[in-house]
């Protein structure tokens, strides 16, 4: 059974960059029928999906956020990262990882199964 | 961006009753829609994808329907543990959106 687990600290200064890493078991990263994805959810609100990578390397971001974001893969540690530069506490957020399955050459799809989430709070 | 509208925001139904679920896109989506699920700590759970296919796991009692603008998820007959937040998700073009939720609380 799939599972993914998002790691990393849970308090990021303002102007930071916030770095998580989501760790892949009971399946490869490198399938090629799979995007791996971030989605994120501020505390009471509604979710926002970040962008999705594929085991190449090839990356999709949302637009709102793309100017920030940089999503990797490292496929000999079966896990996928994300990096968010210079944050404000509108970033502050539940964060998600997430698998979404490629159908054609585009992972407009939908999102499972997901991580459990992991809260980052940016605060001085 | 194509913008997701979920109504009612709160939804109270009673244990055994049917609920209906909205969702509005701004843009047609064809069928390119799911539904999630979320409890309190928890992280969604896939319910319904391509508008009315259930996900692995999922329930008979939850159904979608609808296409292009209007979709709908249906619980019949609620148990205990359908009270959550429910999302729609379009993905039929970038980037991939939300809607705002809509909370079913017990009557």
Redesign the interface.
């Known amino acids: 059974q799939l599972q993914l687990q998002e790691s990393g600290p849970g308090l990021v200064k303002p102007s930071e960059t916030l770095s998580l890493t989501c760790t892949v078991s009971g399946g490869s990263i490198s399938s090629s029928s799979y995007y791996w994805g971030w989605i994120r959810q501020p505390p009471g609100?509604?979710?926002?999906?970040i962008g999705s990578i594929y085991y190449s390397g090839s990356t999709?971001y949302?637009?709102?956020l793309k100017s920030r974001v940089t999503i990797s893969v490292d496929t000999s540690k079966n896990q996928f990262s994300l990096k968010l530069s210079s944050v404000t506490a509108a970033d502050t957020a539940v964060y998600?990882c997430a698998r979404v399955i490629l159908t054609g050459y585009l992972p407009?799809?939908?999102?499972?199964?997901?991580?459990?989430?992991t809260l980052v709070t940016v605060s001085s | 961006e194509i913008v997701m509208t979920q109504s009612p925001a709160t939804l109270s139904v009673s244990p055994g009753e049917r609920a209906t679920l909205s969702c509005r896109a701004s843009q047609s989506v064809s069928s390119n829609l799911a539904w999630y699920q979320q409890k309190p700590g928890q992280a969604p759970r896939l319910l319904i994808y391509g508008a009315s296919t259930r996900a692995t796991g999922i329930p008979a009692r939850f159904s979608g329907s609808g296409s292009g603008t209007e979709f709908t998820l249906t619980i019949s007959s609620l148990q205990s543990e359908d009270f959550a937040v429910y999302y729609c998700q379009q993905y039929n073009n970038w980037p991939h959106t939300f809607g705002q939720g809509t909370k079913l609380e017990i009557k």
């Open positions: 609100k509604g979710l926002e999906w999709y949302n637009p709102s998600y407009l799809n939908w999102f499972d199964p997901w991580g459990q989430g």
